[in-house]
Structure formats: C-alpha cells, structure tokens
C-alpha cells in the first residue's frame, strides 16, 4: 500500500454517511457542538449555502446569515466530529456555484427563489 491509498482508508473511517444532499443556495440549519463547562450543547446555526468546496474528508459549506444587521458567515467542515446534525429548511434556484454577489446585497435584493423540483 502506497501513502495515498493508506490516507485514504483512515480518511474513510471519519467520513460521515448521515448527511443530507446540500446545494448551493439551500437554506440549512446546522447543529453545531458548543461546550460549556464540562457540558456539551447544541446550538443551531441558519442560513444560506453560498459556497461549496468538495474533497472528500475535507468537504466544507459557507453558510451566511444576516444578525442584528451584520452578515456573518461560518465556514463548515462537514465531517467534523462539532457538527451534530445538518437539515436543509428549503431549496434555493439559483445559477451560480458560488453566491459572494449576496455579500453587496441587502435586505429583500438578498432573497432567493425556492426550488420545487428537488426534494428537501
């Protein structure tokens, strides 16, 4: 066994099966582990898909929400043992692999079509 083919089967081993199919564009709410204290929480973060990087183990989502008037966006490592749980809310239509144009935007310009014809 070469180097390659070794990263890959511990890669393999980490790799989520759970996971919902995300698009670009999709609402999500992702459940991110928090600790506090000695105690583990769920706290739940909802936004917009806008980018989208894949790559096996280090396949990640940029998720953009709009708080107290500041867009924040949160860079998410799907595989990542904080990650509890991801639900896609609703399916956007968009033409776009990646939505930095909503960054310019803001208030209603910000919104995005739903899609019907993918099931959530």
Same mark, same amino acid.
């Given at each position: 066994?070469? $180097?390659?083919?070794?990263?890959? !089967?511990? %890669? $393999? %081993?980490?790799?989520? !099966?759970?996971?919902? @199919?995300? /698009?670009?564009?999709?609402?999500?709410?992702?459940?991110?582990?928090?600790?506090?204290?000695?105690?583990?929480?769920?706290?739940?973060?909802?936004?917009?898909?806008?980018?989208?990087?894949?790559?096996?183990?280090? %396949?990640?989502?940029?998720?953009?929400?709009?708080?107290?008037?500041?867009? @924040? %966006?949160?860079?998410? #490592? #799907?595989? !990542?043992?904080?990650?509890?749980?991801?639900?896609?809310?609703?399916?956007?239509?968009?033409?776009?692999?990646?939505?930095? /144009? #909503?960054?310019?935007?803001?208030?209603?310009?910000?919104?995005?079509?739903?899609?019907?014809?993918? $099931?959530?």
């Amino acid at each position: 066994m070469n $180097a390659q083919e070794i990263i890959h !089967s511990i %890669e $393999a %081993e980490h790799i989520k !099966s759970d996971l919902p @199919v995300i /698009y670009v564009g999709d609402t999500v709410r992702v459940g991110v582990k928090i600790k506090e204290g000695e105690k583990f929480r769920v706290q739940p973060y909802e936004g917009v898909v806008i980018a989208k990087r894949n790559g096996g183990i280090n %396949e990640t989502i940029t998720v953009r929400r709009v708080f107290q008037g500041v867009g @924040v %966006e949160r860079v998410f #490592l #799907l595989h !990542s043992p904080r990650i509890d749980n991801i639900k896609v809310l609703r399916r956007g239509k968009v033409r776009r692999a990646k939505l930095y /144009y #909503l960054r310019d935007r803001v208030g209603k310009a910000t919104r995005i079509k739903q899609r019907f014809d993918r $099931a959530l």
